[in-house]
T-cell receptor, first 116, second 117 residues
């Protein structure tokens, strides 16, 4: 049973381009969480999604960022018109049910976005 | 509001020394989870432990041990006989269940541990 898979592991984008980060949750998991780690900082919650639903996007920047988790396929975190300040590691976590502290063991390896 | 404080930004120890990483948390909930994660230089997050708020029993796993003190809202992590491979950033984290009912994990800023050979 593969863990949470994130790709790409490293992504380089020029300012103004779009970045698409993918997260495939563990098999049987229908809850996905995205976190961002800015350089030299801890992880910050961005968004929580269930299949086809955004439940909590309180940590998402208001502009340029969007997330989806379709019925089929991975969850996508999309950043439009990237700026240097978007350079960070983006982590995805998944769980099979809501609540209960279940995401603790199921973080992906992260995608490191570098904006040049 | 939830908050996790790791007052030690960086720690350096010589190999084989013991080291304790401090974690203090704030929450209004009576039901919550506490976690520790390790982030080695390669960047991935490695889960170390989860503790729920009703279980104050200390835990030992090999060279790792955790001291949960609800009275002082602390969840400290001790590495015994440190090794170079322990060099990493360590994050303490908190997840409340009461308000949101899902795993919105709040991370501390991390403590960077360097173990010198």
């Amino acid at each position: 049973n593969a863990g949470v898979m994130q790709n790409p592991r490293h992504l380089v984008r020029r300012r103004g381009q779009e970045a698409r980060l993918r997260c495939s949750p563990m098999k049987g998991h229908s809850h996905v969480y995205w976190y961002r780690q800015l350089p030299e900082e801890g992880l910050k919650f961005m968004v929580y999604l269930q299949k086809e639903n955004i439940i909590d996007e309180s940590g998402m920047p208001k502009e340029r960022f969007s997330a989806e988790f379709p019925k089929e396929g991975p969850s996508i975190l999309r950043i439009q018109q990237v700026v240097r300040g978007d350079s960070a590691a983006y982590f995805c976590a998944s769980s099979e049910r809501q609540g209960g502290g279940n995401t603790e063991a199921f973080f992906g390896q992260g995608t490191r976005l570098t904006v040049v | 509001a939830q908050k996790v404080t790791q007052a030690q930004t960086e720690i350096s120890v010589v190999e084989k020394e013991d080291v304790t990483l401090d974690c203090v948390y704030e929450t209004r909930d009576t039901t919550y989870y506490l976690f520790w994660y390790k982030q080695p230089p390669s960047g991935e997050l490695v889960f170390l432990i989860r503790r729920n708020s009703f279980d104050e029993q200390n835990e030992i796993s090999g060279r790792y041990s955790w001291n949960f003190q609800k009275s002082t809202s602390s969840f400290n992590f001790t590495i015994t006989a440190s090794q170079v491979v322990d060099s990493a950033v360590y994050f303490c984290a908190l997840s409340e269940l009461g308000k949101t009912s899902y795993d919105k994990v709040i991370f501390g800023p991390g403590t960077s541990l360097s173990v010198i050979p």
